[in-house]
């Protein structure tokens, strides 16, 4: 009988599991949908901004303004600024651990000084823990980003480089790809001419007599509109981060969920197993007895 309640009490436990990770399975498939729909209504308006800086910049000319500005420093001296996309929270695959991974990676690679900028509690949590330096005053949270956090990212990150103290910004976080699969991407998004090159432009934009006439002056069109480009850009990596993030955690869940449902179907055959031998043996044992009280 012992034996019959351990088994009893461990099906119980895992149903009680099953339940929390279908929940959540459901939850992150409503958060999924809300997010590809802030995507898509985002997509049009960022796809216009960036192509209105990348005909700005290919007639831009020669300019000293701090956001276009390539340092000279020695590979050494440099200070490499990364902005981190991670989760809240965990249970949803390696999405965390991937985008951590490639960061890793790219500050050993890169050489010189590192700044992180990591948003989201996973990050920060696993960086702390691992005695790597964070910047103390960035805490955004990944947590259904919005055009007022992107822009606070943004302009934080402008005064930072535009101080100096950061020689370029690079971006690391997760797209989806497909439904079922998710890529870490990394994006250079400062100096601004060293992420868009000025010669792709030239081959990407079909239009090559376009003449621009910069009022007041171009450093003045460039502090006008890279703000709002950084934004759109920063937006859109959120919401793409958020996308892959509720994909990971909803095959995570369904994952779980699953074998939560095969060990329950095991667990119950060695139940119904335990149960009979149980059976069997009171029925011989009783069948016993009464053939002793014949004797």
């Known amino acids: ?8 009490d461990r099906i119980g436990s895992i149903e009680g599991t099953q339940k929390i990770t ?14 590809k ?15 209105l800086v990348e005909r700005l910049l290919r007639h831009m000319p020669e300019s000293e303004h701090p956001y276009l500005r390539v340092t000279d420093k020695k590979p050494a001296d440099q200070t490499h600024g990364y902005l981190l996309v991670t989760a809240e929270k965990g249970l949803a695959g390696a999405y965390n651990q991937n985008v951590v991974r490639e960061t890793e990676r790219l500050m050993k690679e890169s050489g010189g000084h590192s700044r992180l900028f990591v948003i989201g509690e996973t990050g920060r949590r696993y960086f702390e823990n691992h005695g790597v330096a964070i910047e103390p005053d960035f805490e955004y949270s990944a947590e259904n980003p919005t055009h007022h956090v992107g822009r606070m990212i943004s302009s934080t990150l402008l005064d930072v480089f ?50 621009f006439i910069f ?14 480009y950084m934004n759109g850009y920063i937006y859109s990596a959120l919401l793409e981060s958020f996308c892959a993030e509720q994909n990971s955690r909803m095959l995570a869940m369904q994952t779980a969920t699953d074998a939560a449902t095969s060990m329950t179907r095991d667990l119950t055959m060695e139940y119904n197993r335990v149960r009979q031998r149980v059976i069997t043996q009171e029925i011989t044992e009783v069948s016993a007895g009464a053939e002793a009280l014949k004797v």
């Open 37 to 51: 729909e802030n995507r898509e209504k985002n997509s049009a308006y960022f796809s216009a901004l960036k192509n």
């Open 162 to 211: 535009e101080s100096g103290g950061i020689d370029d910004l690079r971006i690391v976080y997760t797209a989806m790809r497909t439904a079922l699969d998710t890529e870490v991407r990394v994006r250079q998004i400062l100096p601004l001419i060293s992420s868009m090159e000025k010669v792709d432009l030239m081959l990407a934009i079909g239009v090559t007599n376009e003449e």
């Open 22 to 35: 279908n929940a959540m399975y459901m939850i992150s498939t409503t958060k999924l949908r809300h997010a």
């Open 215 to 228: 009022s007041p002056s171009p450093e003045a069109v460039i502090e006008a509109v890279v703000p709002n």
């Open 1 to 8: 009988m012992a034996q019959l309640r351990e088994i009893k």
